[in-house]
Nanobody, 120 residues
Framework: QVQLVESGGGSVQAGGSLRLSCEAS??????????MLWFRQAPGEERELVAR???????TYADSVKGRFTISRNNSTSTAYLDMNDLKPEDTGMYYC????????????WGQGTQVTVSS
């Protein structure tokens, strides 16, 4: 199972920025063969997909973060990133990195999560 370690969470004021990182290890397939995803979960709410990137850097985003968040990856260091700008209080939550080997959701691995708190 892929091991994922997130970092970069913290507390910021509205309008601020954060960069989340997710380093993968224990890979059965090449890192480029994984789709990487960022989810978030606010207290009392369901986990939602924020952004996804394929091995060839094709990206998709939730409507709520388009134009503010950017997902990227470095295949040589097995690391994915989520750059978050113009943060809003509604962006507050636990952010989870996920890896889909061969872009198969049924094979998904999860990180432990990193907390993001945005104050108004």
């Amino acid at each position: 199972q892929v091991q994922l370690v997130e970092s970069g969470g913290g507390s910021v004021q509205a309008g601020g920025s954060l960069r989340l990182s997710c380093e993968a290890s224990n890979l059965k397939y090449s890192y480029a063969g994984h789709c990487m995803l960022w989810f978030r979960q606010a207290p009392g709410e369901e986990r939602e997909l924020v952004a996804r990137i394929t091995g060839i850097h094709k990206t998709t985003y939730a409507d709520s973060v388009k134009g503010r968040f950017t997902i990227s990856r470095n295949n040589s260091t097995s690391t994915a990133y989520l750059d978050m700008n113009d943060l809003k209080p509604e962006d507050t939550g636990m952010y989870y990195c996920a890896a889909d080997p061969l872009c198969a959701p049924s094979l998904r691995s999860w990180g432990q999560g990193t907390q993001v708190t945005v104050s108004s």
